[in-house]
């Protein structure tokens, strides 16, 4: 009877384990060997990554003086840069708490144009930095998350062919994705998200007072993202895992 049991729960193990079936003077070895041969794939999110990222930018620019505003000048343009990340997946949990650092290069350019004069305003978004703070939640290769932050961008801008001051754009955003592991690459993965960016109202002259041209920035950005995940994280979420 209890050879007839050993043999039913060796069976058991090589197909769930992806073994054929064998007798046990077969299998050359115990079952615990069988999975310690087998290669491991991580099954947490918790780790350190380095990644990269490109993307497009929507900008709108309000440009004022004084009491007079005007809004709807659009921006587009192309962004990308490189991300530094951290994530933490909770002890037997599907909650990930994580930062992020980002470093993007900008192409986005305002023009505003007079008939008969030309281009009489020209700004752009150069470049930025941002660090933001992370929440998600793993389903298995998928991982749903949000994210709110701090940056700043640092901006140039002419009026009529003269520089202008050009101090950096600061301002909090906030966005959400969604990453995906890479099947049979376990240790990259790759995103697509979506942020806001309000920032905050500047002086394009420092020498005008309270009456001098200003510029307000409202910022949106569609990111892909690819992150290799350089050192993973012992003891965080579940464990790491044979792969079948």
């Known amino acids: 009877?209890?050879?007839s049991l050993l043999l039913i729960a060796l069976a058991a193990v090589s197909l769930f384990s992806g073994v054929p079936r064998a007798g046990a003077a077969d299998l050359g070895g115990s079952p615990m060997q069988i999975f310690a041969d087998a290669p491991i794939v991580p099954h947490s999110w918790s780790g350190l990554y380095l990644g990269a990222h490109g993307g497009v930018g929507i900008a709108d620019g309000i440009?004022?003086?004084?009491?007079?505003?005007?809004?709807?000048?659009?921006?587009?343009?192309?962004?990308?840069?490189v991300d530094g990340m951290a994530l933490f997946q909770l002890p037997r949990s599907n909650l990930v708490l994580g930062s992020r650092a980002s470093y993007t290069w900008d192409d986005e350019n305002f023009t505003v144009s007079v008939a008969g004069h030309g281009?009489?305003?020209?700004?752009?978004?150069?470049?930025?930095?941002?660090?933001?703070?992370m929440v998600g939640i793993a389903m298995g290769n998928a991982l749903p998350y949000g994210f709110l932050g701090y940056g700043e961008a640092a901006t140039s801008a002419s009026a009529g062919g003269t520089a202008l001051h050009t101090p950096t754009l600061t301002g909090w955003h906030g966005g959400g994705g969604m990453a995906f592991r890479v099947p049979n690459i376990p240790n990259l993965s790759v995103a697509v998200d979506y942020t806001y960016t309000p920032y905050r109202e500047v002086s394009l002259c420092a020498a005008c007072g309270a009456g001098g041209p200003t510029l307000r920035v409202d910022d949106n950005a569609v990111m892909l993202r690819a992150?290799?995940?350089?050192?993973?994280f012992s003891g965080g979420g579940a464990e790491a895992r044979p792969m079948k």
Request: proline letters at 5%.
């Open 119 to 133: 281009d009489v305003l020209r700004a752009s978004l150069d470049h930025e930095w941002s660090v933001d703070g």
């Open 63 to 81: 440009v004022g003086a004084g009491p007079v505003s005007i809004d709807g000048f659009a921006a587009h343009g192309a962004k990308g840069g």
């Open 227 to 232: 992150n290799w995940q350089l050192v993973p």
């Open 1 to 3: 009877m209890r050879r």
